[in-house]
Structure formats: structure tokens, C-alpha cells
């Protein structure tokens, strides 16, 4: 797992176009399990649950719950990116969109800015 | 703190849920069998998933048709209870204003096992049934997009 700094527990820097491919192979399974991971390392950064991990598992049971747990994965990584200075402003919104409606691409995109995160 | 407003709002939000779902649910019951298919594994595999039939098996249960709904899905039950828990630490979070402390964790880990151990039970069924093969084939997602164009 990551390191321990005066920010937060730091999680993995993994290949974000890779989490792209296995996301689309799986049919979207490997997203619920990038799901699960992100959400435990933006939980220790952030040192809060910031999202429920019982929001992230029933995504792929019930549909609209995975929408509520894609807001949250959104809201958390937005929050990660300004505690760690790589952004500026707010990307809630586009985050949640992409992970709500092109899931891969929102998979893909949030990794990339968590990858930035977990370097800075 | 949350003010008293949004407590009120949230709270709302959280009462009305149960009563759209139902009523939701209970409406498209008539219709829920033509319905189309969302599950991105049955679509592009043609493989049901741990969640295929919970549509059904909910609608059917809101017009009390337990047996057949537990045919579709028989975890529904469970998965009922699950979103109950859910609902209840949301309620509880909107009432006090801070998350109860429940092992959210190990709660959703458990339920992870159940369904991974239900896909297992499901897979094996539906790979022992004899059309398994001719469903993969007619149904996986390369299949269905070729008959769109044909």
C-alpha cells in the first residue's frame, strides 16, 4: 500500500489507460473492484469515509446505488486533488458524470488525477 | 453540524424513497418481462451476473408474487435488507447529523462473499444447463450488435 505523509496515506499509482481496458473486458466488474480500492485509499487520505464502502459494493446489484457511490468516488477524488494542490477548482460534477455515464472513461480519467495525487 | 433545513430536506429525501421505489417498481411490473436489458456482463457476454433478475424479482414482489420473484433472483431478499441497512445508516446520518459507527467494511465484505458465492452457484448452473453454449453464442454482445445491422 502507499506511504504515510503529513497529507495522508498515499494509495498506488497504477496505469489508468490499463484500468481503462481491464474495465471494458470485465464487462465493468473490474470497475466494481476499482471501485472498492480507490474508495479505501481516498477513505485513509482523506482520513474520513468519505465513501461508503457499503454504497460501492451493491453498484453492481442495484444500478442506482452505484450512481449515489459514483458521486461520492467523484466528490472524494475532487477533495483529494485540492487537499494535495493538483487542482484548482472543483471537478465534482465531471468526474461523477463520466463515472455515472461512460464508466470506463471516468474510470480512466479519476485514476489519472488520483495518480497526480498520490505523486505530488 | 448540518442546519436544520437540510436535515429536513434530506430526511424528506430519505422518507420518500421507499414509497417511489414501490410505486415504481409496481408500475413497470406489467411490462417488466419486454423490458430491455442494462447489465453490461449479460450484454456483452450473454452470462447472467450475481444482479441479473433483481428488476423482476423486485417488481414482482411489490405485487406480491414471492415464489416466481425469487426464481429470478434469490437473492433479492438479501439485497432488500442490504438497501434497508443502507437506508437506515443514511437516516440515521441525516437525523444526528454525523454516520453511525457501524463496520461498513466488513458489512459490505460480507455481502461481497454472499454474491461472489451466489455468481459461483449461478455460473455452475447455467454451465451445466445444455443450451449454455448456443445462449453465449446468440447472445454475447458481438452477436447482438451483428444482428443489428442485419
Redesign the interface.
Known sequence: MGDATASGVKGKVENSAMQLVLTLVTCGIYGVYWSWVRAKELNDYLGKQAVNPMLVFPGCLCPPVLIVASYFIAKATAEAEMKAGTAQKDDTIIYFLLLWLVNFVGVWMVQDKLNAVWQK | MRSGRSRVVRLSGLVLLWPVAFAALYAYRPVVLDGPI?C??R???GVP???CG?TRAFCFMTHGEFEPALRFNA?APL?IA??A??WI?YAVDAWRGS?PA?P??R???V??VV?AAFWAGRLVEFFLSPDALSTIWRDNGLARLLRLFN
Do not use: S
Open positions: 442494462f453490461p456482463v450484454l456483452g457476454t451476473c450475481p444482479g433483481l437473492l439485497v442490504y438497501l441497512a443502507l445508516y454516520p457501524w461498513t467494511w458489512i459490505a465484505g455481502m461481497l454474491t
